[in-house]
């Protein structure tokens, strides 16, 4: 991964004047002002793993008629203000309220000085994070342009506390990261996101001298911009990107600039998917905050979530659910042996959050998403989210603690204090049923508001703000010493850390080579004991009979590099995966 300073970006946007009406144009004629630094970006959570089927995608898609006229930033490191909250929350806003007229979206325009000049770096105005921008719009929401002016001369002015009042209005729900800085197919999750409806916030590198700044309407960079970019000279720039067409140059982003309508087209630019991929070193999704509950209760509650819990066995066969005299309560028709592997696939028709926790015999939970991965508990409308993830190809194994084990999945409209609600859980004593009432509250959903179940699909009435706790039972035994195995084992990469979007979408999996080595780590997941793990070329690898494997790989001088992977089990079913990596 490319670590760049942060003073190297705050010297980058110190150059001088304004826009000037010459025939082209250079560095020094635009400030920038994003601080993009790796360990701010991964603070910051990212977006759950996603079924391969939510990443089939029109082929083109727009948000630029809800997008503000293009503004200015000036003399002044503030695009972060500009891309979060002039384009970004302001594009939001119209298409939440469906307001495509450009004039009418202009009044809804919203200040990038409000959020800016409460997140700068300095009183120097030379830049800021954008994660620390998108979390001051969550925190606090944004003023209106009209009622918190924008001027480049200065960044100290802050807000009234009846401006704050009127700034809450225009929070937003959520945001989250789409992507590792590292992945070469960061264009797979932007198109998705963008396809839901929802602008993406970039921080993108532009290098020293680029043609970048003379931009018309598409950007293409030159050798010597790949180059300085390889060098560490360049400098971050936060934009919006506001539509994405896969016949256009060969398959290319639109995105919103903040340097007036003067540059670009009108102040848009179009980058292709493989310049985006190479420059893009960050990129969020901004979600709109869920429809409140209502005020008063209906006497027939609507439902609002529709939504499904899947168990899928390694073999690649559902697990049946039995319905049980509790709608929220199922229990799997098999019994798993200690050993089993599968992956768990919710679904939801609206937007919602997602949380897991499991239990066992002693009554103790734990939480399995998110944890402590990093990830983002939301799931986007329409989508199917894969636990453990990244992609289907990865499954959860069972421990070898005999009993019945709980899978609690817990879904709301809205996001859930997982923490709290797991201590109180593991606080209480009694029933189950009696523990998540004490823990969830007045927002657990109750029975007679779960309209339809049918052990792993149901509608519900949540309220806006309900939590729908779907039980699942596990009898766990212990495994069966006559067994006998028919399915192959299942090889899957775990490090170099992987990006759903290189597996969903890449041409390879990105990986670093140094001393003209690499590493790489992987797991050949099975129920059967693994007897044998081979790498094509190579005669030295490490495993271990849980199917854990680590190998070192001579890079050669190579830039792309195909590895065939074989795994034997016990039982002497044999797989055989190729993966491809791009080394650098």
Known sequence: MLEFSSRRIALSISFGLLFLSQPSYSQSDYFTGAVLDSAQYEKVNKSAPLSRGDFDVPMRFSLKKYAPTPGNQGRQGSCVGWATAYAARTALEASQKSISNKSKVNEYRLSPAYVYNNVRANDQCEGSYISSALSFIQNNGVAPLSHFKYSDKSCVSIPSDSLRKVALPYRIGSYERLFNSGSMAKHVKVRQVLAKGYPVVIGMFIPEDSGFYDTKSLWVPTQLDVDNLAANRAGGHAMTVVGYDDKKYGGAFEVINSWGTNWGDGGFFWISYSSFNKFVFE????YPVAPPA???????PKVDLNASVKFIHLDGNELKLASTN???VSKMIPSLPSGSLFRTEVHSKQASFVYILGGDSTGKFVELFPGKKGLSPQLPSF???????????YFTKLDNSVGQDVYLTLISRIPINSKSVLDKLNRERGSLDKRLKASIGDRLVIDKNIIKSNGNEFEAATLGNGVLAHVTYINHVGFDQGYRDVSKPKIVITRPTIDSVDLNGGDGLPVTVKDGVFEIQGFAQDVSSIKDIRITGLDS??????GRFIATIEANGETKKSLTIEA??????????TFVFNLK
């Open 541 to 546: 690898i490490r495993f271990n009979s849980k």
């Open 283 to 286: 990129g969020y999704a901004m």
């Open 294 to 300: 209502p005020k008063v209760l209906p006497v027939k």
């Open 383 to 393: 989508s199917t989210m894969l636990i453990p993830g990244p992609t289907e190809e």
């Open 568 to 577: 034997i089990d016990e039982h002497n079913n044999v797989s055989s995966e």
């Open 326 to 328: 509790s709608a929220s």
